[in-house]
């Protein structure tokens, strides 16, 4: 080894003795080490807690309350509430726009707060009551809401009305008479590529009407 060379290696050994070129071999080694520790590890953590492993792509049980009715079936853990209510229950009002909780098309209520089913998974819609926007109706009469949104145009091409329905539906349980700026809190997580915000402003003051009416 030349001299030159014997004196970079003390000078990268430093006060620590230890050299920059050995702390990162042995902090490699380290991290491979933790990770082989971690995948030989993960097995028996999971049985000594108990914790349930499902494999990908098999189903488990599940039950929900949708609209009033008790619905049970088989679902894949990864599922999507809103996957469940169109393609498994043909429930079809809630819409698809985003799939990632940006649109609001697909708003139903949990327990009467206004959710993204989209970003719900089915399992944990479990145990809580669901309400979609074709629970709102009675036989073929309008629910409240959509009554309003009928008499007030506050739609153009419809695709987020149900969402939008289902935004002031969720405000009105919480507060029956909201003032405008309440209005247009409940209903900002719902987007209307129309623009027809202000008709479903008014919409949504006509149903608190209706509904105390």
């Not at 491979?32 to 049985?47: E, K, S, T």
């Not at 959710?115 to 809580?128: D, I, K, P, S």
């Not at 590529?193 to 919409?203: D, L, Q, S, V």
Request: aromatic share 4%.
């Amino acid at each position: 080894m030349g001299e030159d060379h014997r004196k970079k290696s003390k000078k990268e050994q430093g006060a620590s003795g230890v050299s920059r070129r050995d702390f990162l071999t042995g902090a490699g080694v380290g991290a491979v080490g933790l990770a082989a520790g971690g995948a030989a590890g993960a097995a028996p953590a999971a049985a000594e807690t108990g914790a349930q492993v499902v494999a990908a792509g098999d189903m488990v049980p599940v039950a929900l309350t949708i609209n009033g009715q008790r619905h049970r079936l088989l679902v894949e853990p990864r599922w999507s509430l809103l996957h469940v209510l169109r393609h498994e229950l043909a429930l079809t009002g809630s819409k698809e726009g985003c799939d990632r909780g940006e649109c609001g098309a697909c708003t139903v209520l949990l327990d009467d707060v206004p959710r993204y089913a989209c970003m719900t998974l089915a399992l944990e819609a479990e145990g809580v009551e669901i309400t979609t926007i074709e629970g709102l109706m009675d036989g073929e009469e309008l629910g409240a809401v959509q009554q309003a949104f009928k008499e007030k145009d506050a739609f153009q091409c419809g695709y987020c009305t149900p969402g939008q329905v289902m935004a002031v539906e969720g405000l009105l349980r919480a507060n029956p008479q909201p003032d405008l700026e309440e209005i247009r809190l409940g209903v900002s997580g719902n987007l209307c590529r129309c623009g027809t915000y202000p008709n479903i402003f008014k919409a949504a003051r006509r149903a608190g009407e209706l509904k105390r009416g």
